[in-house]
Every structure is written in C-alpha cells, then in structure tokens.
C-alpha cells in the first residue's frame, strides 16, 4: 500500500500571444494500476504549426500510456517511445500541414512501488522539490546551455542572453539525430513534489522560488499564484505561453473506523 496520496494539476495561460501552442495533460493507466503520466509540450513553428506539434506529442502519450505494461515494458522505453513516435509523426505532419510544427517534450511517471522516471526533449523542464528544496532539475537541451558546459559562458550570463530561445534538440528538427534525456528517482515519500513547465513559466522564477510556492500550496492554490507573478513579471514583454503540471505526495488520510454498534439477533 502507498504511504502517500498523490495531488496533482495542471494550468496554462496565453501570456501575450495569439494563441496558445502549449499542451499539458495528465494521464493514468488504465492496464497498470497505479501508475500515472503527466506529460507537457510547448509547440513551435508559426500561427498553428506549435499547436499541431503539441497535440501529436499529447496524442501519441496517451495512446502509448493506455496499453502500457510493466510486465512487458519498462517506463523508461515507453517515455523514449512517445518521444521518438511524437518526432517522427511531427516531421510527417510537416509535409501535409506546409509548416515546420516542432515541440519540446517532458514527461513523468510515478509508479506504484515509490518510483519517478522522466523524459525530457528541449527546454521545458521537470524540477524535482524536496519540501521546499530543488533536488534536481532537467539541464535545457539549448545552445546557451551548450555554451555553458563548454565554458564560454557564465550560467549568471545566460538569462537575458540574445540567444537564449535556440535549441539544439527539439521534436520535430531536421539536420541532427532526435536525443532523449532519461532521469529517474527511487524512494518517493511524503513532501516530495514535481514541477513540468513550458519556458513560459520558468523563465520569470528562481529555482528556490518555485519550490516554497509548490510546499506551502495545493497544486490549484499554487499555480494560480505562479502564474499570477509571472504576469506580473512579464509587464512590459512579449509572454511567452506558459503551462504547467504539479504534482505533490502528501500524508494519507487516517482511515476513519466505524464502530457503530449493529442490532444483534437472539441466538436460538
């Protein structure tokens, strides 16, 4: 039996733009009791061509989550699976739609035996909150990212860099081979929580900002105050979408008994 009960949301806003191309959904299993998916894409590729990227990459984890076994799977092939199955059908769509759709992927599955595997394809991140702490965050697949670890640039550089929205690794890319980055941790317990988000959101936050918001807060109470200081944030820019999906482990509730004593038959 599980020590903890799961909380989870998810929210979007449109920001400052015409449309929203970001996707976030949650999704149980319905073969593997037990285990469930939150899954997030942020779309790119002009007026409707994010959209159609997004929704490939949420259509194809739905259909892949619903037949998915741990007797005949394991989490961390069907997470590559979607990813790869998402790319290929986005460069497909690009022939019928006349766009170049493209989209970030993150997606996280908690299992039943206290497990979280993860996925990650661009620049929309999963964090990993201890209580109130970042444990571990998903590392941007982007060119500033990439000039950080060959150290030409200062990670307190990078923020406002004018290149900051290049990526190097995006579903959907032509010219380089498609790579997935697999994460995984052990031992889930109570005050564990989880954060997936479009750059839309992050960008305007500290890691230790984000995760005192997630602590104190039920998923709904705080994505609505994230997104609330993120549009107070962005006055002045061009917002990005922004979209995100929380989930926290929290204390069971204690099991009420019932002792309400029954009428009792005359023994013959």
């Not at 949650?26 to 009791?33: F, G």
């Not at 997004?54 to 989490?75: C, G, H, M, W, Y």
């Not at 959101?201 to 109470?221: K, S, T, V």
Request: include cysteine; charge should be negative; hydrophobic fraction near 40%.
């Amino acid at each position: 039996m599980s020590l903890y009960k799961i909380e989870a949301g998810t929210a979007q806003h449109i920001g400052d733009r015409e449309e929203q191309q970001d996707r976030v959904a949650l999704i149980v299993a319905p073969k593997s009791p037990g285990y469930v998916m939150a899954v997030l894409a942020d779309g790119m590729g002009g007026r409707s061509g994010g959209s159609i990227a997004a929704e490939q990459v949420i259509r194809t984890a739905k259909q892949n989550f619903e037949t998915f076994s741990p007797l005949t799977d394991t989490v961390e092939a069907i997470l590559e699976m979607i990813a790869r199955e998402s790319h290929t059908l986005i460069k497909l769509s690009q022939i019928a739609s006349k766009k170049e759709p493209h989209s970030t992927y993150v997606a996280l599955v908690l299992t039943p035996e206290g497990s979280a595997v993860w996925a990650h394809v661009g620049d929309s991140r999963m964090y990993r909150f201890a209580g109130p702490n970042c444990a571990e965050r998903t590392t941007d697949h982007s060119y500033v990212e990439q000039l950080i670890n060959e150290g030409k640039l200062a990670r307190e550089e990078s923020k406002n860099h004018r290149l900051s929205n290049i990526l190097v690794n995006v579903l959907g890319i032509d010219g380089s081979e498609l790579f997935v980055t697999i994460g995984r941790y052990d031992n889930l317990r109570v005050g564990d929580s989880f954060l997936l988000c479009s750059d839309g959101l992050w960008n305007y936050f500290e890691d230790q900002e984000l995760g005192a918001a997630i602590a104190m807060n039920a998923p709904r109470q705080a994505s609505e105050l994230l997104i609330k200081k993120a549009r107070e944030r962005a006055v002045g820019t061009a917002a990005d979408n922004c979209s995100m999906a929380i989930i926290k482990l929290v204390t069971q509730p204690e099991e009420v008994k019932d002792y309400t004593a029954q009428k009792m038959r005359r023994a013959v």
